[in-house]
C-alpha cells in the first residue's frame, strides 16, 4: 500500500522558515516525480517544487524560486521543502505528490500528473 505522509508544517512569521517532509513507502519513486503542491481556501490546487528522484533536476514555481529548495535523501524515502523568507501568501495546506514518470515527461506543476498523494500539512505565516 503506498503511503505519502507529510510532515513539518506549523506557524511562522513573515521571513521565517519552514522545513517539510515527505515520507514515501510502499513505492519505489526512484527515476520518478515527487512534487509538492499547496492550495489555499478557495483557491486551486498550485505546483510548487517537484524534483526527479535520482538525478539532480528540481523545478520551482515563479511565486517560490529563490526561497524554497526540494531535495532528497539517499535512502531515497524521504523529499523535502525548505521554506525560507516565507510570506503570508505561502499560507496553504501544502501536499505531496508521487508520479509514475520522470519530471521531464510530464508537466510538474499539473495535479492531474501525479499518482498518489500526502493528508497534507498546513502552513500559516504571519505578517
Known amino acids: 500500500q503506498v503511503q505519502l505522509v507529510e510532515s513539518g508544517g506549523g506557524s511562522a512569521q513573515a521571513g521565517g522558515s519552514l522545513r517539510l517532509a515527505c515520507v514515501v513507502s510502499?513505492?519505489?519513486?526512484?527515476?520518478?516525480?515527487m512534487g509538492w503542491f499547496r492550495q489555499a481556501p478557495g483557491k486551486e490546487r498550485e505546483g510548487v517544487s517537484a524534483i526527479y528522484i535520482g538525478g539532480d533536476t528540481a523545478y520551482y514555481a515563479d511565486s517560490v524560486k529563490g526561497r524554497f529548495t526540494i531535495s532528497q535523501d539517499n535512502a531515497k524515502t524521504t523529499v523535502y521543502l525548505q521554506m525560507n523568507s516565507l510570506k503570508p501568501e505561502d499560507t496553504a495546506m501544502y501536499y505531496c505528490?508521487?508520479?509514475?514518470?520522470?519530471?521531464?515527461?510530464?508537466?510538474?506543476?499539473?495535479?492531474?500528473?501525479?499518482?498518489?498523494w500526502g493528508q497534507g500539512t498546513q502552513v500559516t505565516v504571519s505578517s
Open positions: 510502499g513505492y519505489s519513486y526512484s527515476r520518478r516525480c
Open positions: 505528490a508521487a508520479g509514475g514518470r520522470a519530471c521531464y515527461y510530464i508537466n510538474v506543476y499539473r495535479p492531474s500528473e501525479y499518482d498518489y
